[in-house]
């Protein structure tokens, strides 16, 4: 990391617990000895420990900043965000029970039920798992989470759970906004193309993503990629092949939309044509290009359905005409 994290002093956890009681377990929780052990070059930490002698999944973050306002402020963002998660609660969505802060560690730790597996450790030990299902299942909490407007931006193999209803769900939102560089490297695999090199992106001078308006935040066009690089990850067995965009080549809006993805031929093999369409539109390169989160998961639900792409309004009108007299819908 490029900044080196403060441990939280007892004047400002006693100010947060006092200020967020209802989701404070700080005073319940018992941490393993790995999170007790300094972790500092480690921006997150998962493992289990125990809420009033249950087992539980804690989910732990390093707080940055240099300052007491930095931290403050960082914290605030990452209790908003748990507040609305909790006021979000969906058989596809981690329970997250609260937070708990010790002051002599340096990170603000989530308390979540403890799950059956991850969604990898599943399918390694399961030979009937279903990626199909599994998609569905992310595809639905996601859909559920973008209609309340919040976007998750952590969605990987290793933070889709597995209850013990066989059910998938996702875990625990990014505590980032904008994803730092030790994120970009250690889930390039699962990075939207426009996260990375964002000075880069803005000269495609693309609606919402000029230099003025978009500053490499996590947005629902990257969920949904991320949603893409999963249904890939979930049928080949394998984490996705990085996607980025070759810069020195591609330079204009135009060539950016002659840009894809090509499915490779054992893809092609495994995964059923029309599920590989859907999952080639949510790996567009272009963000407006992908489809909205209900559409995804009405795509993999129902993958004979017309699908229409993203892109001009008048464009989209002459397609959608001549869908209808092509097909008897």
Same mark, same amino acid.
């Given at each position: 990391?490029?900044?080196?994290?403060?441990?939280?002093?007892?004047?400002?956890?006693?100010?947060?617990?006092?200020?967020?009681?209802? %989701?404070?377990?700080?005073?319940? $929780? @018992?941490?393993?000895?790995?999170? %007790?052990?300094?972790?500092?070059? $480690?921006?997150?930490?998962?493992?289990?420990? *125990?809420?009033?002698?249950?087992?539980?999944? +804690?989910?732990?973050? $390093?707080?940055?900043?240099?300052?007491?306002?930095?931290? &403050? *402020?960082?914290?605030?963002?990452?209790?908003?965000?748990?507040?609305?998660?909790?006021?979000?609660?969906?058989?596809?969505?981690?329970?997250?029970?609260? =937070?708990?802060?010790?002051?002599?560690?340096?990170?603000?730790?989530? @308390?979540?039920?403890?799950?059956?597996?991850?969604?990898? *450790?599943?399918?390694?030990?399961?030979?009937? =798992?279903?990626?199909?299902?599994?998609?569905?299942?992310?595809?639905?909490? %996601?859909?559920?989470?973008?209609?309340?407007?919040? #976007?998750?931006?952590?969605?990987?193999?290793?933070?889709?759970?597995?209850?013990?209803?066989?059910?998938?769900?996702?875990?625990?939102?990014?505590?980032?906004?904008?994803?730092?560089?030790?994120?970009?490297?250690?889930?390039?695999?699962?990075?939207?193309?426009? %996260? $990375?090199?964002?000075? &880069?992106?803005?000269?495609? +001078?693309?609606?919402?993503?000029?230099?003025?308006? /978009?500053?490499?935040?996590?947005?629902?066009?990257?969920?949904?990629?991320?949603?893409?690089?999963?249904?890939?990850?979930?049928?080949?067995?394998?984490?996705?092949?990085? +996607?980025?965009?070759? /810069?020195?080549? @591609?330079?204009?809006?135009?060539?950016?939309?002659?840009?894809?993805?090509?499915?490779?031929?054992?893809?092609? *093999?495994?995964?059923?044509?029309?599920?590989?369409?859907?999952?080639?539109?949510?790996?567009?390169? #272009?963000?407006?290009?992908?489809?909205?989160?209900?559409?995804?998961?009405?795509?993999?639900?129902?993958?004979?359905?017309?699908?229409?792409?993203?892109?001009?309004? #008048?464009?989209?009108?002459?397609?959608?005409?001549?869908?209808? &007299?092509?097909?008897?819908?």
């Amino acid at each position: 990391m490029s900044e080196k994290p403060c441990i939280i002093d007892p004047e400002e956890l006693l100010s947060l617990e006092t200020r967020c009681s209802s %989701l404070s377990l700080t005073r319940r $929780v @018992v941490y393993p000895i790995a999170l %007790l052990q300094p972790l500092c070059d $480690v921006e997150e930490v998962t493992c289990s420990g *125990q809420l009033d002698g249950q087992e539980v999944r +804690l989910h732990s973050m $390093v707080i940055p900043g240099l300052t007491k306002g930095e931290r &403050r *402020q960082a914290i605030e963002k990452i209790i908003s965000k748990l507040k609305r998660w909790r006021s979000c609660r969906h058989l596809h969505l981690l329970d997250i029970y609260g =937070f708990s802060a010790q002051p002599d560690i340096p990170r603000l730790t989530l @308390v979540a039920a403890s799950p059956s597996s991850t969604v990898l *450790q599943y399918m390694a030990l399961n030979a009937d =798992f279903d990626p199909l299902r599994s998609c569905i299942d992310i595809a639905t909490g %996601l859909d559920f989470l973008h209609r309340k407007s919040i #976007v998750h931006g952590a969605i990987r193999g290793s933070n889709i759970l597995v209850n013990q209803d066989g059910q998938s769900l996702l875990g625990e939102f990014s505590a980032e906004t904008v994803p730092t560089a030790a994120t970009l490297e250690r889930y390039a695999n699962w990075i939207a193309p426009e %996260l $990375v090199q964002v000075h &880069r992106f803005h000269a495609f +001078l693309i609606d919402n993503y000029r230099s003025h308006d /978009y500053f490499g935040e996590y947005q629902m066009a990257s969920d949904i990629f991320a949603m893409g690089c999963i249904a890939l990850e979930l049928y080949m067995k394998e984490p996705p092949p990085i +996607l980025q965009i070759p /810069y020195d080549t @591609v330079r204009t809006h135009k060539e950016l939309a002659h840009l894809h993805r090509e499915s490779t031929a054992r893809e092609k *093999q495994i995964i059923p044509e029309r599920i590989l369409g859907a999952i080639s539109a949510m790996l567009s390169f #272009v963000p407006h290009r992908r489809p909205q989160s209900e559409h995804a998961l009405k795509w993999l639900k129902r993958p004979d359905m017309l699908r229409i792409s993203a892109c001009p309004p #008048v464009y989209a009108k002459r397609m959608l005409w001549r869908a209808f &007299r092509e097909k008897d819908i």
